[in-house]
């Protein structure tokens, strides 16, 4: 069934609703504090264009009144690994737009209900905010760090807060290399920033998304995704991707060549992001998630004073398990994937993607 099936049957006082064509949709998103670029349809635009993902989300607001609440979805259909609702797929995290526990529940008893009717294999939701009850309903399957960096505080109250030896010193030596740094979403700066991430998924065995998707996500986003490219002698070194949404800019991929790491590259590509972010206005950095035994990110993130919370990704219906399957699974599959040469990993992740999300 499609979204627009759904939005025609409300049932116990909840609509399905599709983001992409309802009018009310950017409006709530501009206002309610816990939206992310995650809920933009940029965003969403570019996970259904790229994969196929439709978009859907369930409120207690009727057609005819102001949306004021909303859990967002996307519908994963996949004969691999089975049909289920995603919130959302290849996003760090999308908090559910509710004013209080009670409308959470009501809003999850009926996309259950719908799963059950359905017999899709499980709904997902990934959030940071400990007010909401999952316990009761759903099973915790996989737990991260989720770190944000204030930006409010001077760009020299910045630095002086980052780790002196592992980022200001990089910063200093950036500087003192004369990098040359390129700002923007052309076709040119899409492909080095490509290039440099296959690099980083192959040293980490995992295959990289599909150039399509990384273009697919520059066309819908606009002037809300900036790529940023740091050369030396033209050649790139490390590139950065970032999102906009309000006052939060989000970084969202990276990727360099490790035989030019001891230039600081990376730490000048994140002070330049800093400094641009703060001449816009913004107010905060979203980092992103982190897996809680990848010590070497974890570590690196903490060096710029970004502050950590707990992010957990949450399925439903509850079953009987421990996050560690799920871990000990993704494990497994980098190990076989250790094997693969880089042509393969290619191949590998333009057909498995779509059916990860």
């Given at each position: 069934?499609?979204?627009?099936?759904?939005?025609?049957?409300?049932?116990?006082?909840?609509?399905?609703?599709?983001?992409?064509?309802?009018?009310?949709?950017?409006?709530?998103?501009?206002?309610?504090?816990?939206?992310?670029?995650?809920?933009?349809?940029?965003?969403?635009?570019?996970?259904?264009?790229?994969?196929?993902?439709?978009?859907?989300?369930?409120?207690?607001?009727?057609?005819?009144?102001?949306?004021?609440?909303?859990?967002?979805?996307?519908?994963?259909?996949?004969?691999?690994?089975?049909?289920?609702?995603?919130?959302?797929?290849?996003?760090?995290?999308?908090?559910?737009?509710?004013?209080?526990?009670?409308?959470?529940?009501?809003?999850?008893?009926?996309?259950?209900?719908?799963?059950?009717?359905?017999?899709?294999?499980?709904?997902?939701?990934?959030?940071?905010?400990?007010?909401?009850?999952?316990?009761?309903?759903?099973?915790?399957?996989?737990?991260?760090?989720?770190?944000?960096?204030?930006?409010?505080?001077?760009?020299?109250?910045?630095?002086?807060?980052?780790?002196?030896?592992?980022?200001?010193?990089?910063?200093?030596?950036?500087?003192?290399?004369?990098?040359?740094?390129?700002?923007?979403?052309?076709?040119?700066?899409?492909?080095?920033?490509?290039?440099?991430?296959?690099?980083?998924?192959?040293?980490?065995?995992?295959?990289?998304?599909?150039?399509?998707?990384?273009?697919?996500?520059?066309?819908?986003?606009?002037?809300?995704?900036?790529?940023?490219?740091?050369?030396?002698?033209?050649?790139?070194?490390?590139?950065?991707?970032?999102?906009?949404?309000?006052?939060?800019?989000?970084?969202?991929?990276?990727?360099?060549?490790?035989?030019?790491?001891?230039?600081?590259?990376?730490?000048?590509?994140?002070?330049?992001?800093?400094?641009?972010?703060?001449?816009?206005?913004?107010?905060?950095?979203?980092l992103g998630r982190s897996d809680f035994d990848n010590e070497g990110l974890i570590a690196?993130?903490?060096?710029?004073?970004?502050?950590?919370?707990?992010?957990?990704?949450?399925?439903?219906?509850?079953?009987?398990?421990?996050?560690?399957?799920?871990?000990?699974?993704?494990?497994?599959?980098?190990?076989?994937?250790?094997?693969?040469?880089?042509?393969?990993?290619?191949?590998?992740?333009?057909?498995?993607?779509?059916?990860?999300?």
């Amino acid at each position: 069934m499609s979204a627009q099936g759904m939005m025609l049957s409300p049932k116990n006082g909840v609509w399905a609703i599709d983001p992409l064509q309802d009018d009310r949709w950017p409006p709530l998103i501009a206002r309610h504090p816990n939206a992310s670029v995650f809920h933009t349809r940029g965003w969403l635009e570019g996970l259904q264009a790229a994969y196929g993902y439709e978009p859907i989300a369930f409120t207690t607001s009727a057609p005819t009144e102001t949306l004021t609440n909303a859990v967002l979805f996307c519908m994963v259909r996949s004969w691999l690994t089975g049909s289920r609702f995603v919130s959302l797929p290849f996003s760090d995290h999308c908090e559910p737009l509710v004013h209080d526990a009670d409308q959470f529940r009501k809003l999850c008893a009926h996309v259950e209900s719908l799963r059950k009717e359905q017999r899709w294999k499980y709904v997902e939701l990934r959030s940071a905010n400990s007010l909401l009850e999952f316990d009761k309903e759903f099973s915790r399957v996989a737990t991260y760090h989720l770190h944000r960096l204030d930006l409010r505080p001077s760009l020299d109250a910045l630095r002086k807060g980052f780790h002196k030896d592992c980022i200001q010193r990089k910063i200093s030596r950036a500087e003192r290399e004369s990098l040359t740094y390129e700002a923007g979403r052309s076709p040119l700066l899409l492909q080095q920033l490509y290039g440099l991430l296959q690099l980083t998924r192959s040293r980490h065995h995992v295959p990289p998304q599909p150039f399509e998707w990384f273009q697919n996500l520059v066309a819908c986003m606009g002037k809300d995704v900036c790529i940023r490219i740091a050369s030396k002698d033209s050649l790139p070194i490390a590139g950065i991707l970032t999102l906009d949404h309000g006052k939060t800019m989000v970084y969202k991929y990276g990727g360099s060549d490790t035989r030019f790491n001891n230039l600081g590259a990376t730490p000048m590509l994140f002070w330049r992001a800093i400094k641009e972010a703060k001449e816009a206005g913004m107010e905060e950095l979203d980092l992103g998630r982190s897996d809680f035994d990848n010590e070497g990110l974890i570590a690196f993130k903490r060096r710029w004073s970004a502050t950590d919370s707990v992010l957990t990704t949450w399925r439903m219906p509850k079953v009987a398990g421990s996050p560690y399957f799920e871990h000990f699974k993704a494990r497994l599959a980098r190990g076989v994937c250790t094997f693969l040469p880089d042509s393969v990993l290619t191949m590998a992740g333009r057909f498995l993607y779509p059916h990860i999300g």
